[in-house]
Structure formats: structure tokens, C-alpha cells
């Protein structure tokens, strides 16, 4: 509660409010003026909410409640204070302090200056009476006097009310406030009904001021509790401006001055940019304490030096420039991949890492001359390349050879002539070459019955089934028809220099139907027996280099044993079923031949090819198609369907090894040092960003399915040409390496289907490890899918 102060002195009577603390008293331009004296004698100041005075100088002597005062004293109600000749009266009264000047002698009888006159004639019975008069009148005074206080003390004890007030802990000060004071009789205080103020006060707590309340007849016991001050934390470091979190909560930052906390255990924590983190347990006392700290942060940092033959390369980092050879450059404390690039040399990837505050020099780096270029474009496009006898792709092709040597390029394409070129490039020098080859042909004889059958070529009808043609020596489709005779359908090759003879008998029979059928797609080897023995964990540690966050450990065990695809479906395959299909292409290079794997179909069209081909081979459906929506059949049939993938993993990294497999190739090496599936490589960098730059696998694109090893079951592409879809929708699964789920097809419904399996346009450690996991929602260039089933 806030207070008006009222000064009534010599100069008149004025107010003041609490903000206005502290008040001068002595000469003119003080706050209170005192008569006769100069200068400011004394201070009246205010601390939590209780006035306390002060002297400000020794001489003259001030006095309060008759006591010489040396050093500042707590002020109360009633108190006096005496500079020289004028009194102050200090009287609280609610919520108004009244300073009240005056002088002691005020108001006396001064007699005359003049001496008294030599003898003044009295009558004696008027000394006699002047001599009595005042010893009478003492006596009844004393006794009058006496018999009122027994009578106030008598009328107290009846009114009084007994009061008990406990503080804890035990103030140093206490006092009870009110309008009469209070009796003190055996550790209890008698006071008249009316309204107090208990103040009671502790060095290190909160003043405690509490109204009391006094009823006549109603004796009270009233327990208080002093309240601790906190503790006042002032911190500094070195940098400043480091951020400061009092048990992870943000409190400010350095300097920190008179942070308040209470008394206890705490954890601080110091941050700043490019300096290690300071964690310090604190233990503040409170009590109103002033503690203090002086805390040093440690340099996130290093210097690295480096050196490089010849010297002059820059040091860049994810695009950013660095410095230069030789020089020495700061790097943050953890793994960096740093790159050395200069004109005419291939750059050099220099992985490294920083322990902060330890300097390092790296021995000197020796950079090796950078390829030539040879951006070679074919007419027609489609042929082979081999470089020095090592096949690299098929045109348009980039190729990169080494500088200052003699290389030999050879170019091949089904029915042409072979072309070779021999080159010598410079550094960095690139070379436009344009072979154009030229066309072998052979003759082919056509002899079919009836005479008049129609020959089709290639889709376009050629005339009579009986000719001789001039045909380019590659493979041709053709087709023999007759109505009322049953179409023969084949190909055939013309040899360069030599003539063939295809020779056909048509047999009678509906000229809509075919003369031969094609294979079904599971006949023979095409599709693999998987028959799990036990349960395997899916998932990847969180230590393995590469891993997601979405390959959490899991065990699971498949009880049933199912057929998998030996390969991915092809685009031949998939337009048996939908003939407008078209995989595309991408920068001129083919996505769409037949016996590649077929692309930018949906999981949903999947689905559907799948249902197709069961009903071919009458077996049931796996999936029905319900408002759009396509689901699985449960229980699940043995139709054809998309493998699971607890499936898809086993088959692809436990079925038929010792141990769980980390990547397609032996061993737990990255990259890969020798061929083994159809991934980003460098012929695919005019197209991709990201390549393996010391890998070849001759595909710029998509290959041809199983044209790679298979792995140990027999399956092929299960890593790199395209990424497959799967039949579980996709969920990030909690993990738990102790609990183990059986046959799982994933989640009942979700937005996205898992991916699995690596792709053309893969080259990351992330990517090409056969536990990743991908999604999707849509079509890809890069996803197609292969086929499972149960067996029972």
C-alpha cells in the first residue's frame, strides 16, 4: 500500500507520495526545513516499504526517541527525532504519514528583562495561604491521578481482547500497529477491539505486513510465515552475448545481472555461435544472496592446413569457397566434405574431421590431370560403345578419357557396319563427335500357302506373302494373313551377304485367332520358390552409415512360402494387356522398349495387370475394384499380386545368404567396386546430376530386365534399373527388435505405397542399400514392380 506523506514545517504544510523517497531534512531546498541550520543534516529513506532514518553529519548531534543516532534506525509510529532546537513527531495514521515540526520551549512564559523590584509589601496571611495553597492542591492531583489510571486500567482488562501472534522463523523486528498499544502478559498481548498492523521483518526474507483484526470477547492464535527472498544471479562469459537457459529455459543473455532465483539446485546452460555449449550445475542459497559467475566457452573450432601438387586449388564446401592452396582455413567442429578444384585437374573430394580446438595439416594432396570429353552422337542413334574394348553405353553417350594417351573408340548397331574413331584429348578438352553408320542388309525370301496370303512387315502390309525383299539386317515382325486361315505371327533376321527363306503353311481355321500363343509369364524359371525358415529383422541400426530415419528395427517371421518374379515386368509384357501404353523417354534416351522394365504405370494399373493375368491363367483374383478403389481380398488368394514387403526384403537380403545383406554386392564397401546393377553412372551424367563417377554399367537409363547377375535366388534387378512398387501402404513402424510381427501386409489404408529397391537414377549410400525405404502416390520414370503369389 502506498503511502502520503505530510510535512508540515516552518515553511507551511505540503505532500508527498512514496516515489519522492528519500527526504532531505535541514536548510532551505531540503524536504522538510528546520529552523537554524544549514546544509541537509539528516535522511529519511524508504526499504521494502518500511522508512528509516539516517544522519548526515555528525554535528549537529541528532537525537531519536532520546538516543544519540550514530547510524540509520527503522522509523515507527510516535517516534522523535531532535536536531538542535526543533523536534520532529514521525505519526502514522492508515494510509497517511504526518511529519510534524515543532520546538520544545514553545509556548513558555519569559519573564521580564528588567530585575524585580526590591521588596513588594504582603499581608502574612497571604504568605501564609500563598505558602499552602500549592501543597493542597499537589496532593489531590496525585490522588486524583491514581485513582483514574486504576480506573483505565481496570476498564482496559475488561475490554482487552488476549491475542497470540507466532512468526516463523523468529523475526528480528516485529511490532503491532494500531491505534492504542498493546499489553504484553505472558507471551500473549491484550488489545482493544479495533483494526492492527503486524510487521515483522528478517534479514534475507520479505517484510511481512499483515492486518489483524481484534473482536471483543474472541481471543485469537494466528501463525505467520516469513516469506525468502531470492537469490540475485549475476553472470558473465566470454564471448558475451551468449544465450543463457536456467533448466532449458531461456532466461536472457550474457552479461545477466541480478537474475532472481530461489534457493535450490539448478541446470545452466551456456550457448553461443561457434563455440561449444557450457552446461554448470548451479546451488543458489537465496536468502536474498548476491552470487556471481565468470564462465569461458570453448572454441566449436579447428584450423585445418592445407597443400595441394600443384598448388592454387580452390577449397570449397557444398559451393562455398573456403580459401585457397596452400592455406589455412577454419572449419566447425564435425565431418566435412571439402573439394580441391583447379583448371585442368579433376577435382579431388577430401572427407575430413574436425576435433574442436585441435589443428591439423593434412599431408599434401596430389591432383591428378582432369579427362578430356567426347560428346559422341551416332546416325542412328541406339549403337554400342566400347572404349579401349570396355563397353560403355549406347549413343548419344559422354565420354570421359584420360589425358595424353592414344584411346580407341568402337561404335556398333544391328544391321550396320562397325565404326571406329582413334582420339587424343588435352585436359578438360572436349571433342563433338558424329559417326554415321552405314546400313548392312540381306535378302529375305517369302514363300507361304496360299499364294495369296498377305505379308505385313513391321505392322505394314507388304503385298503377297511371296516376295523377295532387300531387308536392313535386324530383327522384323511379320505376319501372314488369310481370311478364313488362322494368322502366323514370327520374326526374322536377315543375314548381311546371305539370303533366308521363311516358308509358311496356313492353316484353316477363325481368322481373328493367332497360329501361336505367347508363353505365360510364370512358365518355366520366370518365377522363384521362396520358402522363409525363421524370422529375420527388417530395418537397418541407427549406426549404419546411410540410414533413414523411417528403417526402424523390426522382427517379423513369414509363415507362408510364396513365388516371387525372377524379374520386373516389361513393357512387352504390360501392353499385352494395355497396347496404348508408352514408358517414355527421357532426353532422347528410351524408356520404352519391350524388354525393358515398364515404367509410369500406377499402383493401381499394377493391380489391375495383375488381376488380368490371374484370370488368363485361372487362378483367383487378388485384389477387387470397389468405387474406384482397389484393395486386397482377404483372405489373401493365390492370384498374382505385388510381392509385401517383409517379402520383397527377405527375398532381397536374407533368402539364400549366411547373414543379413547391407548392400547388392559382397562386403559393406561403398561404392561399389565392381559391376552389379544398372545405377546413375557416368553415362547417365548428361541427364542426372548425381553420379557414381568411377562406375560404369553402359546405361544411361533403364536396361533391358536380367541383364545383370542375379542375386543368390536367382532374382534379378532387385537393386538399380528401376525401384518397385510393393504392396503395403506406407507408415514410419515404432520399431521394437523384440516384437515380432507375422505375415504383415502394412497398414489397411494410407495416401502413399512403399517403394522399394534402388533405380537408375540412384547413386547415394542412402539409396543403394537394400534396407531403404521410398514412397509414393504417382507414377515415376524410374518405378515399375514385379510379381509375387502364394503357392497354397
Known sequence: MSRVILIRDATGERTFDEATYPLSVGGDGCSLVLPDQSGTVLHIGLEQGHPFVQPAVSDPPVWHNHQRLTASSWLKSGDRIQVGESLLLWQVEGDRVRVTLSRPDAGAIIPPASPPPASIEKHPDDLLQASTAPRKRGWKWLLSSLFGLLVAAAAFVMLATPVTLRVEPEPETMSLRGTLPAIEL???????????????????????????????????????????????????????????????????????????????????????????????????????????????????????????????????????????????????????DLELARSGYKTRMIPVTIVAGEDRQLPRIELIPADGIVNLVSKPVGATVALDGVFLGVTPLKLQVSPGEEHQIEITLAGHRPAKRSIELKPEEVLELEVRLQPEYGVVFFDSRPADAVLVLNGKPRGPATARLKLPAVPHRIEIRKPGYLTYKGTVTPGPGISRTVSVVLQPGDGGRESTQPGSVSAGTRMKPVAP????????????????????????????????????????????????????????????????????????????????????????????????????????????????????????????????????????????????????????????????????????????????????????????????????????????????????????????????????????????????????????????????????
Open 186 to 336: 505472558s507471551g500473549r498481548s491484550l488489545l482493544l477491539p479495533g483494526d492492527y498492523t503486524l510487521i515483522a521483518s528478517r534479514t534475507g526474507y520479505r517484510e511481512l505486513r499483515e492486518r489483524v483484526k481484534v473482536e471483543f470477547g474472541k481471543p485469537l492464535n494466528l501463525d505467520f510465515r516469513l516469506q525468502e527472498l531470492p537469490g540475485m544471479l549475476t553472470v558473465k562469459s566470454i564471448p558475451v552475448g551468449a544465450q543463457v537457459f536456467i533448466d532449458d529455459v531461456r532466461v536472457g543473455e550474457t552479461p545477466l545481472s541480478d537474475h532472481e532465483l530461489q534457493a535450490g539446485r539448478y541446470g545452466m546452460r551456456l550457448t553461443a555461435p561457434r563455440y561449444q555449449p557450457l552446461e554448470v550445475d548451479l546451488e543458489i542459497a537465496g536468502l536474498g544472496q548476491q552470487q556471481q559467475l565468470s564462465l569461458e566457452l570453448k572454441p566449436d573450432w579447428a584450423i585445418l592446413s592445407l597443400s595441394s601438387d600443384p598448388d592454387g586449388a580452390q577449397i570449397t564446401e557444398s559451393g562455398t569457397l573456403l580459401g585457397e592452396t596452400p592455406g589455412a582455413i577454419e572449419l566447425m567442429s564435425g565431418p566435412h
Open 533 to 792: 525358415t525363421g524370422p529375420f529383422t527388417m530395418g537397418a541400426s541407427r549406426r549404419e552409415p546411410g540410414r533413414r530415419a523411417n528403417e526402424n528395427l523390426r522382427k517379423v517371421r513369414l509363415t507362408r512360402p510364396f513365388l516371387i518374379s525372377a524379374r520386373e515386368v516389361t513393357n512387352g509384357e504390360f501392353r499385352r494387356f494395355r497396347p496404348i501404353h508408352n514408358s517414355g523417354s527421357i532426353q532422347g534416351f528410351s524408356l520404352n522398349g519391350d524388354d525393358q522394365p515398364v515404367v509410369k504405370v500406377s499402383w493401381d494399373d499394377a493391380a489391375r495387370y495383375l488381376n488380368w493375368l490371374s484370370k488368363r491363367e485361372d487362378l483367383p483374383a487378388a485384389y477387387r475394384e470397389e468405387n474406384g478403389k482397389i484393395q486386397l481380398i482377404p483372405p489373401v488368394t493365390t492370384g498374382y499380386r505385388l510381392p509385401t514387403e517383409a517379402e520383397w526384403a527377405y527375398a532381397a537380403r536374407f533368402a539364400g545368404r549366411d547373414g543379413t545383406a547391407r548392400y547388392p554386392w559382397p562386403g559393406k564397401r561403398f561404392p561399389p567396386d565392381r559391376l552389379q546393377g544398372n545405377y546413375a553412372d557416368a553415362a547417365a551424367a548428361p541427364i542426372l546430376p548425381l553420379i557414381l563417377e568411377d562406375y560404369q554399367d553402359g546405361h544411361a537409363v533403364s536396361a533391358p530386365v536380367a541383364g545383370f547377375a542375379p542375386n543368390p535366388i536367382g532374382l534379378h534387378d532387385m537393386d538399380g534399373n528401376v525401384a518397385e512398387w510393393v504392396e503395403d501402404f506406407y507408415s514410419v513402424h515404432p520399431g521394437g527388435a523384440t516384437r515380432e510381427t507375422v505375415d504383415p501386409f502394412g497398414p489397411e489404408r494410407g495416401r502413399h505405397h512403399v517403394v522399394r529397391g534402388s533405380g537408375w537414377r540412384d547413386s547415394g549410400i542412402s539409396e543403394l542399400r537394400l534396407s531403404y525405404r521410398d514412397y509414393s502416390e504417382r507414377p515415376r520414370d524410374d518405378l515399375g514392380f514385379r510379381i509375387a503369389r502364394y503357392t497354397k
